[in-house]
């Protein structure tokens, strides 16, 4: 896992940052989803279904970046889900299958699980032939698995978001009897100014500053009216210094920082760095310029000792007392 994949999950991993973006995506901003409420589950997926080794023929196995279980109340019912994040700082193009292979290993694992609590539990008696071979009964549900894509860039995702649009022209009679399976996407640069607001923690500092990472005007306008920014902490730095390079300079041991008056002095810097630039670049203009102007008159003071004098190009050299590098420059100058 590279730095910006490890910086992204560390910070999507904490239980406020997560609710947040789950309601932020799926309840428009509603706080339905407790932080409280949220459970970690192991994000190692491992499909070894239905009777083991012969069975199973070589087990699969992927690693999610974030999941996490769901206890909630919802329109007075008790919900329980299963939720993951993938955070990407690059663009995927194959995240449905991704996605697809995730959410499958996972209810693949809700059934053996299933399957290895009845066998556990002994309460196979009364069951026909379909449940017992399947390990998997008829009163038993599977809990629905929602998986959100992060996408931790100022671009916007030109990946394929559905598994229909990676096949490219098919026969669409041959398309209705394929499932689709499309990806549920959170990218700055298509959401929209007035949404911001939906979310509750600092994703909502993080994503809009990703969004307007490269027009540094309008950057600096959202900093500016985001009372979010004065007290931006250093999880939200890193993110933002390992996805687009902000090089927001934190102090050792310090926990938050002012963001806005990170930005002036990395303007600050970034001005004296170009005036540094700009006066290097001159001097060195000139002492390009007065080179050549050196070497110029030397040629010309030299070609007057040869025609008027009648010296030679060499006892004309050596008269003026030229240095060997500047007679292997002068030479091809004056034959």
Known sequence: MGYKDTVTTKYMGQNHIFADVFNYFIYGGEQVIDPDSLEELDTREVDVPYGGKDGAGQPVQRTRDVIKSLVAMMDRHTAYLILAVEAQSHIHHAMPVKNMVYDALQYAKQVSSAAASHKRSGDYKGADGEEYL????????????????????AREWDGPMSLHEMFGEQDTRILALVPDYKINLVAPATIKDSDFDKFQTSLKEVLSFIKYSQDADRLGEVVEADEGFRHLGRAEVDVLNACVGAKIEMEKGEEAINV???????????A??????????????????????????????????VEKAGWTVEYSMDVLDVSEGDRKKIQPLIR
């Open 260 to 270: 806005c008056l990170a930005i002036e002095e990395m303007k600050r810097r970034a």
């Open 134 to 153: 399947s390990g998997f009964m008829k009163q038993d549900r599977l809990l629905p698995v929602v998986t959100l894509v992060v996408f931790f860039d």
């Open 272 to 305: 004296e760095k170009a005036a540094a630039e700009a006066a290097a670049e001159a001097a060195e203009k000139d002492r390009i310029a007065a080179e050549k102007d050196r070497m110029s008159t030397l040629v010309k003071n030299i070609k007057n000792l």
